[in-house]
């Protein structure tokens, strides 16, 4: 199943970055904004859309970053892929609580203007669990699924 979920994404990665943009078709003041907040980044992706720019980068600590910034250069939200190191200690504990005995698998945070959302992916020996918390830690099941390896 790893391995399944590992190749779905490189595929959709490596399909999503035929249609990466040129620099040169990002606005300045969005490539401003961007290099002010992310000195650091030195080889992201960008992609341009009707009414706003994405940018996807990898962090040092290995994880990776999509931001979505309007024309005007305003951020509008930003989506990190992670590991549980990376997981607020808050929202870990919250989970161990809730699934004992279950290891996080990987972790999407989805942040915006009013909140910020953390899609988490646990394992044990028979199951996935697709789990949802919201900033504050409150959890709730979005999905089950019977592993098959």
């Known amino acids: 199943m790893k391995k399944i979920f590992f190749a779905c994404l490189v595929t959709i990665v490596s399909a ?5 943009a040129p620099k040169s078709l990002v606005t300045e003041k969005v490539l401003k ?3 002010e907040a992310f000195p650091e980044v030195k ?3 960008w992609y341009t859309f009707d009414n706003y ?3 996807y980068f990898t ?3 290995n994880s990776s970053c999509r931001i979505d910034y309007s024309p005007d250069g305003i951020l509008l939200s930003t989506t990190r892929y992670y590991t549980e190191q990376n997981l607020p200690p808050a929202i870990r504990a919250k989970v161990n609580e809730k699934y004992p005995g ?3 698998f990987g972790i999407t945070e989805v942040s915006n203007s009013e909140n910020v959302t953390y899609n988490i992916v646990l394992e044990d020996n ?3 669990y697709n789990i949802e918390s ?3 830690g409150v959890i709730r099941l979005n999905k089950k699924l019977e592993r098959t390896e």
């Open 33 to 35: 904004v961007f290099h």
């Open 16 to 20: 999503t970055s035929v249609f990466a």
């Open 102 to 104: 279950k290891k996080i």
């Open 43 to 45: 080889k992201p992706s």
């Open 134 to 136: 919201d900033a504050t």
């Open 53 to 55: 720019y994405e940018v």
């Open 59 to 61: 962090n040092p600590d």
């Open 126 to 128: 028979k199951n996935w």
